[in-house]
């Protein structure tokens, strides 16, 4: 089981891109990477998910290097809308192993204005 | 449109009483999962499903209850025995297989002992 290692906090200001990197020291062969997004009073959401290389979608950019021992989260010019926690989550696909898939505290990202 | 629901939203429970929380979902995934989070913490596991009638702990299962009678259906009851149940409660479900990209949550129950 991957444990992860992120930021507890970071600050940023509307339209700027925001990094959040993740630690993964004991990533396995089969883990993919996912990143999610969750604000106050509601469950998270999936934001992206990746296994290699980078990964672009709608909402973010995912980089990881081609040891896979980290990856970074890129959201491009944020706004106030953007406040939220970001868990980063380590796991094989396939719910034998989801279940032992561990949140973490993630991190909190706060947009100013 | 397909999706997680978890009801009621808001709960209060006094002293000694068992409470149940529902939650529904029409994905058809194989996995369901109940996550406990308190303010400004992570989310906890309390206990998962992965096939019907099956169920297995997480965490901090103690003094919290399931069942998965039915595919679609994964109700956890805070019983009596759980000290300290005001928190956020999450439910979520998960295809497995397929090429799934993960978790798909419910909008939470918070639950509140007065």
């Known amino acids: 089981l991957a444990k992860t290692t992120q930021p507890i906090s970071m600050d940023s200001y509307e339209g700027q891109e925001v990094n959040i990197t993740c630690s993964h020291n004991?990533?396995?062969?089969?883990?993919?990477i996912t990143w999610y997004q969750q604000f106050p009073s509601q469950g998270p959401r999936f934001i992206i998910q990746g296994y290699k290389t980078k990964v672009t979608n709608e909402v973010a950019s995912l980089f990881i290097p081609a040891d896979r021992k980290s990856s970074t989260l890129s959201l491009p010019r944020v706004s106030l809308s953007d406040t939220a926690v970001y868990y980063c989550?380590?796991?094989?696909?396939?719910?034998?192993?989801?279940?032992?898939?561990?949140f973490g505290s993630g991190t909190r990202l706060s947009i100013r204005p | 449109d397909g999706g997680i629901t978890q009801s009621p939203k808001y709960l209060f429970r006094k002293e000694g009483q068992n409470v149940t929380l529902s939650c529904e979902q029409n994905l058809n995934h194989d996995a369901m999962y109940w996550y406990r989070q308190d303010p400004g913490q992570g989310l906890r596991l309390i206990y998962y499903s992965q096939i019907v009638n099956d169920f297995q702990k997480g965490d901090i299962a103690e003094g919290y209850s399931v069942s998965r009678e039915k595919k679609e259906s994964f109700p956890l009851t805070v019983t009596s025995a759980q000290k300290n149940p005001t928190a956020f409660y999450l439910c979520a479900s998960y295809l497995g297989t397929g090429g799934s990209y993960g978790y798909t949550f419910g909008s939470g129950t918070r639950l509140t002992v007065v």
């Open positions: 989550l380590v796991a094989q696909k396939g719910y034998s192993s989801a279940s032992k898939i561990i």
């Open positions: 004991n990533i396995a062969t089969n883990d993919y």
